[in-house]
């Protein structure tokens, strides 16, 4: 399948949107390292910033939490490397905050 011919204008709206985003993902993330924001809060978010980052990024930012013990966590728990925050089940969601503590 062919990606849409774009204008010139609805090429800059796009970029303009998805840097938008990358700078909300950043705070987001940036916040959890800081600690003023929890596991719980995150996986608690409704919007699309929040649901749409992969759990293996919510979960490095976390301090104390590095790639090794993050991938071995997330094969413990059985979720999938690639999976987003909104694609959590509500026993996964459980189990990362029994696991972490929050």
Request: hydrophobic share 45%.
């Given at each position: 399948?062919?990606?849409?011919?774009?204008?010139?204008?609805?090429?800059?709206?796009?970029?303009?949107?998805?840097?938008?985003?990358?700078?909300?993902?950043?705070?987001?993330?940036?916040?959890?390292?800081?600690?003023?924001?929890?596991?719980?809060?995150?996986?608690?978010?409704?919007?699309?910033?929040?649901?749409?980052?992969?759990?293996?990024?919510?979960?490095?930012?976390?301090?104390?939490?590095?790639p090794a013990k993050v991938s071995a966590l997330i094969e413990k728990l059985?979720?999938?490397?690639n999976r987003r925050v909104g694609g959590l089940g509500e026993q996964q969601?459980?189990?990362?905050?029994?696991?972490?503590?929050?």
């Amino acid at each position: 399948m062919a990606l849409p011919t774009l204008t010139p204008e609805q090429r800059a709206e796009a970029l303009a949107k998805a840097q938008e985003a990358r700078k909300a993902r950043s705070e987001l993330l940036a916040a959890l390292k800081a600690g003023t924001l929890k596991l719980a809060d995150v996986l608690a978010r409704e919007d699309t910033v929040a649901k749409k980052t992969k759990v293996t990024q919510v979960l490095k930012a976390l301090p104390g939490y590095g790639p090794a013990k993050v991938s071995a966590l997330i094969e413990k728990l059985g979720i999938d490397e690639n999976r987003r925050v909104g694609g959590l089940g509500e026993q996964q969601r459980a189990k990362l905050l029994a696991e972490i503590g929050g």
